[in-house]
């Protein structure tokens, strides 16, 4: 069982048109999705702009207000709780954003930027604070000098360590990282995914790892969620998704995944034009006749596809 568990997830926001400003439509976000999250995993969350990524992740952590569904920790409903009336989710659940330099305050000190998450709780004497942010700076390979520095003296990289230093200050159990290296370079993200990594063995920590690219989560995930429209087309373990994709979606994302290698390039340019063949021709058959994900059919203990019940595509 985990000690994060979402069940039937709806996040629907209202489209305001017109004189009177009244609800016209619906953008649904989330329309029906389960996560269970265990202590120390990671899981992928991956799908196209405006899949509704971002939206799992700040409901999960209650910047959005759920339309439906429940979510869970260790067993208790906290669903459109107030956070501040539930502290233990509060310090156990932190979030990385894509672009540090928007989510900072450019006007705070990088001290006053990673001790905030624990100034609500740990009532540290100043001195004591100083030396825990020193400790997470050094966790992330900066040191002492940063403290009273402000985010735009740092590169996009450093930046994005300090939002995992930041992270990770009050002890928490989850980090969910929002496309966390997808503004670095492909050097830089690499060596900012290692620090994730390391952390993550040396505190037990889970990530829900949000992404665009297949590519960039493959080494990071245990388990993978592949999203498209506010539905899960796809979920299971790493190896189910990357060897044995059973959607059309999933496998379309798999052959968009880019190849440095020159040697394979031409091969796999060929291989992704059949891909999209296959997506252009065979897509109707894997959405309903509104267009909508199908529910999930369990093919294993671990794997899950959205496939037509009659079997259409099959
Ligand atoms: N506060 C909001 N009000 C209205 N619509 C919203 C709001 N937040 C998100 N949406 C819409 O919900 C859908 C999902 O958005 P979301 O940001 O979750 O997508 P995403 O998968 O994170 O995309 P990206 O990869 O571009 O970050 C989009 O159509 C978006 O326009
Ligand atoms: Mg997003």
């Given at each position: 069982m985990g000690f994060i568990e979402v069940k039937d997830l709806k996040v629907h926001f209202p489209i305001r048109s017109g004189f009177w400003n009244r609800i016209t439509d619906w953008v649904y976000a989330v329309d029906g999705v389960d996560m269970e999250i265990e202590q120390g995993k990671?899981?992928?969350l991956v799908g196209e702009s405006g899949s509704g990524k971002s939206t799992i992740g700040r409901t999960i952590i209650g910047l959005e207000k759920a339309t439906a569904g429940h979510i869970y920790f260790n067993g208790e409903e906290i669903t459109n709780k107030r956070l501040s009336?539930?502290?233990?989710?509060?310090?156990?659940?932190?979030?990385?954003?894509?672009?540090?330099?928007?989510s900072f305050n450019p006007k705070k000190r990088i001290i006053d930027i990673i001790?905030?998450?624990?100034r609500n709780f740990d009532h540290l004497s100043p001195s004591e604070e100083k030396k825990r942010v020193i400790e997470l700076l050094e966790i992330i390979g900066l040191n002492e000098e940063a403290l009273y520095k402000y985010p735009h003296e740092f590169s996009g990289g450093q930046r994005q360590r300090i939002g995992v230093a930041r992270s990770i200050a009050?002890?928490?159990?989850?980090?969910?990282?929002d496309e966390p290296v997808s503004a670095?370079?492909?050097?830089?993200?690499?060596?900012?995914?290692?620090?994730?990594?390391?952390?993550?063995?040396e505190f037990n920590l889970s990530y829900i790892f949000i992404s665009h690219d297949l590519g960039v989560v493959k080494h990071m995930c245990d388990y993978l969620h592949i999203m498209y429209h506010g539905r899960f087309v796809e979920k299971g373990t790493r190896k189910d998704i990357y060897t044995n994709p059973q959607h059309i979606y999933t496998k379309r994302l798999l052959s968009a995944i880019p190849v440095i290698d020159p040697i394979n390039r031409?091969?796999?340019?060929?291989?992704?034009?059949?891909?999209?063949?296959l997506y252009q021709e065979k897509q109707n058959a894997y959405y309903d006749e509104k267009g909508r994900v199908f529910d999930m059919?369990?093919?294993?203990?671990?794997?899950?596809?959205?496939?037509?019940?009659?079997?259409?595509?099959?």
């Open positions: 990671t899981y992928g009336s539930i502290p233990e989710f509060n310090r156990s659940v932190q979030m990385i954003f894509q672009d540090s330099l928007s001790a905030e998450p624990i009050s002890n928490p159990k989850l980090i969910i990282a670095l370079d492909l050097s830089v993200q690499a060596q900012v995914l290692n620090y994730m990594k390391r952390i993550q063995d031409d091969k796999h340019k060929l291989e992704r034009k059949q891909t999209e063949a059919t369990q093919l294993t203990n671990t794997h899950y596809a959205a496939l037509d019940p009659k079997g259409g595509a099959h």
